[in-house]
């Protein structure tokens, strides 16, 4: 399926952010785009997860779950995302295809509780699954923060691609316990804990920028 909405996506949900400090040796060897390099923190890679429902409003709904890795890129830095699993189809073409994103097909349970708080599912498509739990330990106050970054993407037989990210949202501090196998393609996380969790909820999200019509 491609008939994906043009860029920029407009999106809205609720997210839930994990940062993770990992070894080195611990962190697979993805293929980065050029001219990027991970990110070292005392010896350590930086990554963050996200657990994303992305909700009616936006121009797509669906879910999804994105593992990227922080890196250096020119002078700033950015991050790539390097595993994607979402349960659209429209959402895996149009990640792929206008912005290298390698996104792939899963199956996702979704449960927000308000006492309890939430929890998810995965299961990709070779069988494998993974899970989380959230809760909340901070609301902050009910003011939407905005948030810049962007993504830096291989994009095969085009070279290096920058995603411009535009985030706001209402934010809380939160705790997270995933749940991976020790084998198949989350196994890296297996075992650790992230440093911090944040909820965004409410967000709205703008993905990518408009593509000048061509000239003449």
């Known amino acids: 399926m491609s008939d994906y909405p043009p860029a920029p996506w407009r999106l809205k949900g609720d997210m839930y952010v994990s940062?993770?400090?990992l070894p080195a040796r611990s962190v697979p060897d993805w293929e980065l785009p050029p001219g990027v390099r991970p990110l070292a923190v005392g010896g350590r890679r930086?990554?963050?997860?996200?657990?994303?429902?992305y909700r009616p409003g936006g121009v797509l709904e669906y879910r999804e779950f994105l593992v990227s890795l922080l890196v250096r890129h020119r002078r700033g830095i950015a991050s790539t995302a390097v595993a994607v699993w979402v349960d659209d189809g429209r959402s895996l073409?149009?990640?792929?295809?206008?912005?290298?994103?390698?996104?792939?097909?899963?199956?996702?349970?979704?449960?927000?509780?308000p006492a309890a708080g939430f929890t998810a599912g995965l299961t990709t498509a070779s069988g494998e699954t993974a899970g989380t739990s959230y809760?909340?330990?901070?609301?902050?106050?009910?003011?939407?923060?905005?948030?810049?970054?962007?993504?830096?993407?291989?994009r095969p037989g085009l070279g290096t691609c920058e995603v411009p990210l535009r985030l706001s949202g209402r934010a809380g501090l939160g705790r997270e316990r995933l749940h991976?196998?020790?084998?198949?393609?989350?196994?890296?996380?297996?075992?650790?804990?992230?440093?911090?969790?944040?909820?965004?909820?409410d967000f709205r999200f703008l993905v990518g920028e408009a593509t000048a019509p061509p000239r003449g």
Request: glycine share 8%; net charge positive.
């Open 19 to 21: 940062l993770w400090r």
């Open 46 to 53: 930086v990554l963050a997860t996200f657990w994303v429902d």
């Open 93 to 113: 073409a149009g990640g792929r295809e206008l912005w290298g994103i390698p996104k792939e097909l899963g199956t996702f349970t979704f449960t927000l509780d």
């Open 135 to 154: 809760r909340d330990r901070l609301r902050l106050p009910p003011i939407r923060f905005p948030l810049r970054t962007r993504l830096v993407q291989r």
């Open 180 to 201: 991976a196998p020790d084998t198949g393609p989350l196994a890296f996380l297996a075992g650790h804990r992230p440093s911090v969790t944040v909820a965004v909820r």
